[in-house]
């Protein structure tokens, strides 16, 4: 790992630019929303921000697709469809984000369309310096500040407006070669830790998020059926939560006649749907709403899960509040579980 | 190569129900990947429903129409625009010069643009010269047109999809807005979670129906007599707000005389719902400070449609829940459009802005706007359209995106129809079971190819751009149209952009007067009536007095559904909707997940019903009505009352529609889609079972 001291963002960024498209949180034409787009201008469009810019939309997208051909068949044989990814930057990422796709990495880790993907692209996080509306990330060890693992390159704004620079992995080290970098000093890497410490002392108290999590895993009395059947009545099974949540990994397979011949394609699939789990015979382990919001928060919060993946499967990103319609999302649920008798 | 990312994101509006909700549409290579919410979109706030999340299928370009097409024997081949357009133009011309201008007609779509509305409804007027235009509002909402004009002078939603979270009583009458406008569902919910009290007048158990304080579950069809026994025990405590009626009523002393006839004990034996429960929830709604009243078809698809619509308004109107923040009266339109498919007259009686045909000084208004002659006497309806084809008087249809085989009771009959007619037309994105009856197939684009204006059931007129270019040779509705009328010699729909023709709309159409692109770009849409004297738009409609001046109460009775329930047909057959599926399905069932979630038709059936007749889950069910038969799969729910079955209209593998009665509302001629009687019988297992 190596440190650097940047004026500005600039530079780094033409620089990555210049290695395959870069894309970064960006509002379109439009303005208002923000959007994954690739850049257009090298100077970063929120070198004064006031709260971090974390786009409604998952960076998950970028290696897991929405929609995905595997492979066809055209009337004698199969044929695998790998993608050919040329190489690219996410510029921008955040720490949640970030948290996100590490966990996806364990997850696809097998998945050749997946790595595919996820090897042809150089990371850069950057460090969030206030809490944003609706996040706590601080409460599941997933930000605010860029794990080191987690990005190939990190960048940290200071209080002097100067940015520090991160080469957390090899890749990133080989990305920044041939930019004139002046090493940064230990202080500067002090300061950040301290620095930290006091944006997550920023954030709102999330005590029912723990005591939620506590039910979840069945102590202190545990989640009563009822209380889930609640929950489970307002999901309107919009699959808004599992598309947005960047830690969401389901997919279903399907056939689909092209041009081609028949071809093999996966997509995102939401363990909200009622046929989701159902079996040829009509058996259903999840068939009940109830059941499937457990499921859910199950996989998010289970300490079992925990164990496998080495951190929960909710990174505190706070989109699911964001997009569910029927108020079920992760601060709406974890409060009715806190409190539910 | 596959390229793996979004390129850019187009906002736009969700092509499947009322509410439009806002949507950006990711592209990548010119192909739609993805789509999004949007947080800052007024109506949706971030949030979509699976239909909208779907939408990358509904647009697919697989299976997309891409040239024009003519009929060969049982099959098409592809053809240039050019043989197309003359192939149509020489048939209507042939139907027209035997049969006069009336023979000939057009059904728009609820799910166009306004300017292809428009341009539909111009092209069937100024270029056909008939008043042969129609579009499906008919068999959902005409009747809540209909009736509200009658009594307030305007037939759309009075207040703002926002006002629900202002409102301290909310009334759902007769749908399931979780299942069919789920984000304004999503919005009573959390209104509810924030304290509201919640009403739910359904005779199914619905999701809402189960959170709410008070669930009045009448028995199917008993709507007027349900609500005038509200009234009768509202005049009887004196709860009504007599200020309000004194002020902005009129006729209410016959109104009284009839619910005279409503006391609550007559009113719980016809409707079963108990004496108790209807003074709890008269109380409930009159003594409400806002009380929010919202209903869906569960109102209109009746033959006595516009009665129940005039009877929702009566108790609004004496309760004086309406004409403020947070009341009002808010029919649930089914499709995108079709709010603006009203408002841009693709009705036989109405030019735009609902300004009647008959009435000669309208009509020589846009008879010098639009240069040429006018019919003067209303049109056909889309079913008016059918029966006159099967009565050899009416030769030619054109149809624009609807798929009335799928979509319309009786499908025998309307099938029968259309194979009658001289030259079906049928402007499509892909081959629906309707336009598998055509004569000639062109393909249109679909929305996110265009740009246009939406209106949602709020009023609110949005503008889209379009994200990607339209497959093959598709082009724009208002462009074919444009054609079309030019080959027939009407020079008058040339248009250049879709702007020109928004403008010469809004030039015609009070409603619209004061909307161009730029304003309802820069203000995020606009809410009609948007004119001099309201440039900002109308949020709340009748604050001060009522579209038509005093708010108008008219003496409604109960009347019985057209086919009750007897020996040989024992059940009451309701149509319902599926969250996950959208019409006929073309759009929605395209997709996967979707498709998956709920397969080929079902039957849901109490398990009460099931069990007398020995069925259980899953079991293969045949269904028959006075009309026909249609074999499915049962699913049981309590949901339904005993007595009740019900089927979604989605699935060509189970059509609905070949049972459903197609009685009338006498005024709308709004078929009574929501109950008809029918057998049900279990299909033994050495029968065979198609699917
Ligand atoms: S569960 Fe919700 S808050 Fe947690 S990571 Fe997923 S979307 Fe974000
Ligand atoms: S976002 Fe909410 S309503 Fe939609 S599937 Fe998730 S929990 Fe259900």
Redesign the pocket.
Known sequence: MRSYQLENLSQLRSHLGRRGALFEPRQAEDGGELHWLPMVDSAWPHEVEETPLLPLT?PKSFFFKEREQLFYFDGKQFVETLPDIEPQTLFGVRS?DLC?IAYLDQFFAADPYYQKRRQATLLVGIDCLHPCD???CRS?D?GPFVREASADLICHRQADGHWLLIASTEAGEEAVQGLELKAANEASLRQRDLRQKEVSEKFPDTSYLHAAIKRINNSDGGVAHTTWDALGLQCLTCSG?TN?????SCFAIFEQTTDEGVARQRCWDSCYFEAFQREASGHNPSGEAGQRVKR??EH?FSESYAATFGR??????????K?CPGVI???SVTKRLATAS | MSHPTTNTVVPSICPFCGVGCGMGIQVCDGKVVGVEPQLNHPVSQGKLCTKGWSTPYAVDPIDRITTPLIREGDSFRPASWDEACNTIVEAINAAQQEQGPDAVGVIACARATNEDCYAAQKFARAALHTNNIDHCARICHSPSVAGLRQTLGSGAMTNSISDIALADLLVIFGCDPTSNHTIIGGQIIAAKLAGAKLLVVDPRSTRLAQMADLHLQLRLGTNIALINGLLNIIFDNGWEAREFLDSRCENEAALRRKVEDYPPERVAEITGVPVDKLIAAAKMYSQAQRAMLTYGMGITQYISGTNNVIAISNLALVAGQIGRPGTGINPLRGQNNVQGACDMGALPNVFPGYQDVTDSALRQHFERAWKCALPAQKGLTSLGMTQATLDDSFRCMIIMGEDPVVTDPDQNHVQRALQALDMLVVIELVMTETAKLADVVLPAAAFSEKSGTFTNCERRVKHITAAISPPGEARSDWMILGELATRLGYNGMQWQSAEAVFDEMASLNPLYASMSYAKLIEKSGLQWPCDAAHPDGTPLLHSERFSRGKGRLIAVDHSEIDELPDEAYPLFLTTTRLHFHYGCGSMTRKSPLLERETPVGVLFIHPHDADRLNIRAQDPVRISSRRGTVETRAMLSDELPPGTVAMPYHFKEAPSNQLTNNAQDPVTKMPELKACAVRVEKIEVQEAMPG
């Open positions: 998952s949640c996100a609706g996040g706590f599941v997933a939560c947005s949540c960047p830690t969401c859910y928060w998010k929960y499967g909710c990174v505190g990103c706070g989109r699911c509040e997009v999302g992760v601060h």
